[in-house]
């Protein structure tokens, strides 16, 4: 009878395991849903820019205003291009590759 048990334990187990292995990489993002437009400029406290990782093939932009609110950006809109080209320091902004010493 244990042995009966130990069998349909390890099947569960590997039922779990499967389970949790549907979740592929890429697909753990932070942003969910993108507000559409952006809210008054001189409200914003923060900006957080997160870059493409293993778990998130995106790149995602958190805005925490003033009130402490958070939400999204979609890095493609116009708007929020021309927000991120104000801000970003601009002799951090490289298009050349690196070079080989």
Partial sequence: MSGIIKVFLLLAVMICISKAQLNESGQQCLCQRFRR?????SDIKDIQFYKETI??????????????????LNPNMRAVKK????IMPK???TTSSPSSM
């Avoid at 437009?37 to 400029?41: P, V």
């Avoid at 958190?62 to 958070?70: D, I």
């Avoid at 927000?83 to 104000?86: G, P, S, Y």
């Fill in 37 to 41: 437009g952006i809210s008054s400029k």
């Fill in 55 to 72: 778990f998130c093939n995106k790149v995602e932009i958190v805005v925490t205003m003033k009130s402490g609110l958070r939400y999204c």
């Fill in 83 to 86: 927000l991120m080209a104000r």
């Fill in 91 to 93: 002799e951090n902004i």
